[in-house]
């Protein structure tokens, strides 16, 4: 009798493994066919090679780009280098890109690992660039200001807060002021791996300011990019594992309220939800996180690879 109770329950355990893992695979689309959407006019970034997780782009056309990601988990071609941020002029014929020197004496260049970035320009045209960084693995914002005559970012601060341990993404809403997205719930390294395996969607949205520090949303199976809609109105998160894209309405005083989930489906189909601008099966980009556009130019970043810039 014992035995057959044993029996059981492994078959069960079995069952409930097999059952876990193929929803699982299906969260990380692991047997999804990408049939290729050909844009024309495609080059690859010469300089580019290890990774262009995020990158944004001001209405005058220069581009900011992260490059140089170390995550858990996640391959790196230069896993002994700092990550750098890299300027582009689009208005350019053929632009190239260029390494912003960091200034300011209390910043560790040696342990940047840039992730998520954003802009914020205030009144009198000052650009502050936000930058998610991983020092040693850890979570903290960066601040800079951008300095365009000499191509520089001036370090003005570190921001770290107990909200803030598993920063993925971040948009910016004022020159020290955020929303961003936590990819994980806990820090820890085995507990992180059952929460994502497991699939306990506790991955969060958090507001910050120097006053005010909040969680604003929550219940994501691994919240990853964040934006805002160019009125200010609202806010769309990205939930990696979910495929969807979550709306929501910001109020004066920055909690979101949700108005409607744009579920990626249907996207082979005479009536598809979303439209897909460009598609490739690995061969010339792997894993890309992020795309932008700037006067019929498309530019694509990868998370530790290379990026591509297209004329649509
Ligand atoms: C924030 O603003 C919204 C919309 O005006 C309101 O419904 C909500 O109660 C406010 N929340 C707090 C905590 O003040």
Redesign the pocket.
């Known amino acids: 009798m014992a035995k057959l109770m044993l029996l059981t329950l492994l078959g069960l355990g079995l069952v409930l493994f097999r059952d876990h893992r193929a929803s699982y695979q299906a969260r990380l689309n692991a047997f999804r066919e990408v049939k290729p959407v050909e844009v024309p006019n495609c080059n690859l970034v010469k300089g580019i090679e290890s990774g262009s997780e995020d990158l944004e782009i001001l209405p005058s056309g220069l581009a900011f780009i992260s490059s140089g990601l170390k995550y858990p988990g996640i391959k790196s071609f230069e896993p002994d280098k700092p990550g750098k941020i890299l300027l582009m002029d689009l208005n350019e014929e053929d632009p190239t890109v260029l390494e912003l020197k960091i200034t300011g004496s209390k910043f560790d260049h040696s342990s940047f690992n840039p992730h998520g970035i954003s802009t914020f320009t205030d009144e009198d045209n000052t650009v502050y660039l936000l930058v998610v960084n991983h020092p040693d693995f850890k979570s903290t914002v960066e601040l800079f200001k951008f300095q365009e005559e000499e191509k520089s970012l001036l370090h003005l601060k570190t921001i770290r807060h107990e909200l803030l341990p598993n920063l993925n993404d971040i948009v910016a809403v004022g020159p020290e002021h955020f929303y961003a997205t936590n990819d994980h719930y806990f820090v820890d390294h085995y507990l992180r791996s059952w929460e994502l395996y497991l699939g306990l969607a506790w991955s969060y949205v958090v507001y910050y300011s120097p006053t005010e520090v909040q969680v604003m949303a929550d219940g994501f199976d691994f919240a990853n990019g964040i934006n805002i809609s160019p009125d200010g109105k609202y806010v769309y998160i990205g939930e990696l594992l979910a495929h969807k894209i979550h709306v929501y309405e910001k ?3 920055w ?1 979101l309220t949700p108005l409607k989930v744009i579920q990626i489906q249907n996207i082979l189909t005479e009536e598809p939800k979303v439209t897909r601008v460009y598609a490739e099966n690995g061969t010339v980009l792997q894993g890309s996180t992020v795309a932008s556009v700037y006067k019929g130019k498309l530019l694509i970043g990868t998370v530790f690879q290379k990026a591509l810039y297209c004329e649509l």
Do not use: K, S, V
């Open positions: 109020h004066a005083n909690t």
